[in-house]
């Protein structure tokens, strides 16, 4: 493979798939076959002539590498389909390293038909054996430049600190727009706050910077506070938590 460009089949359909998949094409990657529950090629690549299947098994083309662009729950059932000349590669970062072949984990969100951002996103690469680990990084090296070879203990540690800097951070936003559109305030209002709270995470500076009623112990603007999610009690437990975990949080670091 080190004489000649990688040729590859492009699994799944969705935004790893045609934004990781079409900067792959652009690097002069050769994309030998799709495989998807459609059959079809998906939307941007030039590869149109690429044959498609929706049968791993029935994959009967030349290629090096099956790029598993799928959903986590399918991504080992469908390896174990795979015919024996192609080698996995998974994109998860909580799943394990597939026993052959490797995994390129994107700490960070992929964008939908967007293979031009592809360039800078920070790639986790992870196998169970130096030689697939090296051919990995060269493989993710053609179409990002931030790439960071590790283990899989630490990948999947990871993603664990991704769910909180991100998803949980992502979702306490969604609530707060939905609060500040339900009581009819503008957004403007947090905008300045959010841009300060980013940036001191950023700087590796979120524990000093906690602010609020959770860790000055207001006890009565908390109880306030939770009455008035009374209509959303998912809400309220999650006040009821972050509050919780930061009073934890601060009182484990002042014993």
Known sequence: MADRA??????GSGNVATSLGRAWEASGVVIAGFCNRQGLVPPGFTSTDAPCFTNPAAIDV???????AVRDEVVF???????????PVHFSGAQRNPDIGGVIWCAQSIQPNNPEHVGTIPMVITANDEVHR?????????ISN???PTTEEKRQKGHLTAVFAVNFT???????????KQAELPWDWFVPMIEAMSQGAIEGNAF???TGPGIRREDAIIRSQLESLEAHPAWQKFYEAATASIQHLHDNADS
Do not use: K, W
């Open 6 to 11: 990688p040729r590859v089949i492009v699994f």
């Open 62 to 68: 030349a290629a090096d590498y099956a790029l598993m």
């Open 77 to 87: 059932p469908l390896i174990e389909q795979l015919p024996s000349h192609l080698t």
């Open 134 to 142: 090296e051919a990995l990084t060269a493989l993710a090296g053609r």
């Open 146 to 148: 931030q790439l960071y």
């Open 170 to 180: 992502n979702h306490a936003l969604a609530v707060a727009q939905e609060l500040a």
């Open 208 to 210: 000093e910077r906690q």
